[in-house]
């Protein structure tokens, strides 16, 4: 098999927060979208980060964490409640790499 066929673009993948205390807080589990593959440029932004900087954390997640449309949830002002932001990080690292 040649490299170039495993090349593709990045397609959104769901994933479900169903932590039982977010569930019962909101009412529901939450949803949210990531890219299965990750784009070189966001990669080595990923690899230099100081895991103990929340903030620069937090400005990679803000790019990772997306609607159903492949858009940041967090833009325009918006931000998520920190439970929920929480426990979407947890999503997001669980997934990094599979």
Do not use: C, R, W
């Amino acid at each position: 098999m040649k490299l170039k066929e495993l090349a593709s673009k990045p397609q959104l993948q769901e994933l479900v927060i169903d932590k039982e205390d977010i569930v019962e807080k909101y009412g529901d589990s939450l949803s949210f979208y990531i890219k299965d593959k990750i784009p070189l440029e966001q990669y080595t932004k990923m690899a230099s980060l100081n895991h103990e900087d929340m903030g620069q954390m937090m400005g990679f997640m803000k790019d990772m964490i997306l609607d159903e449309e492949g858009l940041p949830v967090m833009a325009d002002g918006n931000v998520l409640p920190m439970d929920v932001l929480n426990a979407a990080v947890e999503k997001v690292t669980e997934n990094l790499g599979k």
